[in-house]
T-cell receptor, first 115, second 114 residues
């Protein structure tokens, strides 16, 4: 089945720890994205990547880092510098850059809780 | 600047009733795309529809229909004969051509009561 997978589904972190959220897609999409969702709010863009070995900051990139070494994978690291990391994180991909209006498809999400 | 407003935070309907979810957008660009997504309790966003700014035709897909009106900057979503499985949070989103940021509304939580 083609799709986007995210792991883990639930993640607990102690303050001061870095954690990495996994996102993999087998849709052969060029572009990938990370969003953060807080209760009662819409999604906010953290980082996006239009091509391997290239990525750009979104609206709320502070305290996060990403890499794009393979087309299929776009892991997100939540660093200790992120002051309020408890949230629902969604990964998405599109066949090409959103700039062309291409549809984004989303993974099932990872719920991160800081203890 | 772009903005999407979903003024209805929560809606409850009884099964088989029709329901309309409102979406009003703001942009100065003439070329843009509008989307609707469904977020069931599992959390994954499910794509429902994509519409570009040059296509104002209404669309129907089964029990779902969309009314796009540029004159009022609205892209409303109607569910006919609602079912319990329609219970979810629905998001409207906007992107202008050339940008890489999809602007989401805050969502409307729909509860369909059996």
């Amino acid at each position: 089945d083609g799709g986007i997978t995210q792991s883990p589904k639930y993640l607990f972190r102690k303050e001061g720890q870095n954690v990495t959220l996994s996102c993999e897609q087998n849709l052969n999409h060029d572009a990938m994205y990370w969003y953060r969702q807080d209760p009662g709010q819409g999604l906010r863009l953290i980082y996006y990547s239009q091509i391997v070995n290239d990525f750009q900051k979104g609206d709320i990139a502070e305290g996060y880092s990403v890499s794009r070494e393979k087309k299929e994978s776009f892991p997100l690291t939540v660093t200790s510098a992120q002051k309020n990391p408890t949230a629902f994180y969604l990964c998405a991909s599109s066949i090409m850059s959103l700039a062309g209006g291409y549809t984004q498809y989303f993974g099932p999400g990872t719920r991160l809780t800081v203890l | 600047a772009q903005k999407v407003t979903q003024a209805q935070t929560e809606i409850s309907v009884v099964e088989k009733e029709d329901v309309t979810l409102d979406c009003v957008y703001e942009t100065r660009d003439t070329t843009y795309y509008l989307f609707w997504y469904k977020q069931p309790p599992s959390g994954e966003l499910v794509f429902l529809i994509r519409r570009n700014s040059f296509d104002e035709q209404n669309e129907i897909s089964g029990r779902y229909s969309w009314n796009f009106q540029k004159s009022t900057s609205s892209f409303n979503f109607t569910i006919t004969a609602s079912q319990v499985v329609d219970s979810a949070v629905y998001f409207c989103a906007l992107i202008v051509t050339g940008a890489n940021n999809l602007f989401f509304g805050t969502g409307t939580r729909l509860t369909v009561i059996p």
